[in-house]
């Protein structure tokens, strides 16, 4: 298959796209998992989603507003960042969780830095991670799907962490969201019907989340509770946040490396950090943790795979 | 002493609290500001404790500055330095223990604050007896401020208490806040500020 | 090489004068240190056993294995024993209690260098004043509370431990705090059953 998306030297060829287009296009294939999650989880969903949505607008509006620069809500970014926060969050959280949190993701991560595009973090991991730091008993309790009575069930890969069995959740139910987790989470289906939209429309390419999810995969199968090779890597695939993180975070264009090479080093390393995480680390989810970290990583990565400028000696 | 040497010495004291503050200006001695500005309690001990030690070990380097021959200036000034930080340690032992409990190990970690040893070697190497006190006075005090104002915050949004009172029974802090990182995040969003202040001026 | 003795004399007399110093400051503070240390020991000693009029030391050789809690008619209240566990930062050093039937009485943390505001709240208060209060001058004269996290110990059985909760964030503290005065409570009563 042509590479199609290499990174190359002027001249360009203009395409008709957007970074407007680009957000509100992600934005629209994340509502199916929205609409599931909120079917899934009941009224607090939505009402959590709405939250959050209101808040990161807002807020990026009022700061651009204090340092006198063009308020650029229409660009669909703070939607975007409100929107992957709340699918980041546990159903049952307070209504101020999501406030804080959208407002940590929009002013500082990623006002602070200068704004769109000057991000080093992925804003809605970053108040993610900011949530899940200062709030660990409220994002770390769940509750059950379709049962609408608050009662605070573990997710799966908890069960597994904490070595309890995990019931009668089967693969089916994985793959239509009935089990405990975050709002977007949970409905595999719906985030994959988003995700192929997006990659028809060559908004995100295959490598990354393809390379993300087979890393997990084949490391969680490798590296199985009883040795080699005896590991449940589907599961692990269906499991906690790795559809939504592979396909919707990792993919985002700020904070990923820039050249295809580049973003296939950048997806194994947050599969491999994902597996690691799961299997031996502190939380049961890594998905947030690995991406953030890979991000940190991203200009360095770039440095290494970036094209050569023809002429120039390799240093 | 007139008083074109007073305004001097009083120069000397006033620029370690806001033009040349270690914190937020120098950025010096940023580890025990991350460990133990948790609290006001902890924030003011410290500083204390860092002001004696920096006021010290200032006047005895601008004493015998001329004895020591620049060689092996750093050892010389370090033995000065611990003596200082392991009287404050006897001290704090004899007389408040529940504050060297609560400072813990970042006491005798005074030693290697890189004010002390940055004021000695910038400052009280060159200059006279009570310059070098002004100095020492003024960054002391500057310390404790900039630890205070860190703290404040962090034991308002990190622990929901302001000087160990809570301020509701209903308020859940942000524990990162109270963590190292959340005292990097603060840290970082205060010089912001104070830049941005400096700037519009 | 003349420049190196000098050097070393002058680095020497430096030396000199501080250790001299610290001596004279060590000299002076000494008593109290030790004062304060002692002053503290028995005080926690009261704490655990309350009712205890006597603490016996049991020794081996020079080092003090457990204290014997014996009330006014020499009833052997039970045995009071230091337990150390490795936390995150620091050793934490653990005054505890047990009867002879196997139920902590009371623990109290002597000694902890973890982590200000983390693992350091394995000694936290809390307090039933908020600042409002306070400056209205409606603060509770109540009598001071225990930590919360040494309270969870008290009248538990040292086979039942896994009931106290660990503190948020600071799980390493925690778990040296409950598995070493778990460990060393057995010792004790393990030592006390050969004496008898």
Known sequence: MPNRLKVA???HIHKPVSVSKIMWSVSLSLIPAGIAGAFIFGFPALWITVISLITAVTTEAVIQKLTNKKIS???????LTGLLLAYNLPPSVPFWIPVVGSFFSIAIGKMIFGG???????????????????????????????????VTSATPLALLKEGKPLGDVSYMDMFLGLRGGCIGEVCIIALLIGAAYLLFRRYINWQIPFTFILTVGLFTWICGPRGFLTGDGIFHVLSGGLILGAFFMATDYVTSPLTINGQIIFAFGCGLLTAIIRLWGGYPEGVSYAILIMNAATPIIDRFTKTRVYGIVRY | MTEKQQNRCFQEFIKGIIRENPTFVLALGLCPTLAVSTSVSNAIGMGAASTFVLIGSNLIVSLIKKQI??????????????TFVTVVELIMKAYSPALNRALGIYVPLIVVNCIVLGRAEAFASKRTFVHSFMDALGMGIGFTLALMIISIIREFFGFGKIINYPVSYNFHPALVIGMPAGALLVIGLLLGFFNLIKQKK | MKGLIK??????????????LLACVNLLTKERILAQ???????????????????????????????????????????????HGKGYSSVIETMAGVTPDGTITAIKVLNQNETPGLGSRICEVEADTTIFEAMKGKAKQTTPKKPWFQEQFCNKNIDNFDSIEAITG????SRAVITSVQKRAKEVLEMIKHNQ
């Open chain 1, 116 to 150: 769109l595009g000057q991000n080093i973090f992925n804003p809605a991991l970053a108040g993610r991670a900011f949530l899940m730091a200062s709030w660990p008993s409220y994002m770390t309790s769940f509750t059950g799907p379709l049962k609408f009575d608050a």
């Open chain 1, 9 to 11: 030297v002027s001249p």
């Open chain 3, 170 to 173: 600071a799980t390493i503290s």
């Open chain 1, 73 to 79: 809500i229409k660009d669909g970014s703070a939607f």
């Open chain 2, 69 to 82: 021959p620049e060689e092996i200036r750093i050892p010389c000034y370090i033995v000065i330095i611990a």
């Open chain 3, 7 to 20: 050097y070393g004399m002058i680095l020497g007399t430096i030396c000199l004068i501080s250790a001299g």
């Open chain 3, 37 to 83: 240390i002692n002053n503290e020991e028995t005080a926690s000693l009261k704490e655990i056993f309350p009712d205890a009029v006597s603490f016996s030391p049991v020794k081996q050789k020079d080092t003090i294995l457990y204290y014997l809690a014996e009330d006014s008619h020499k009833n052997i209240l039970g045995a009071a024993f230091k337990a």
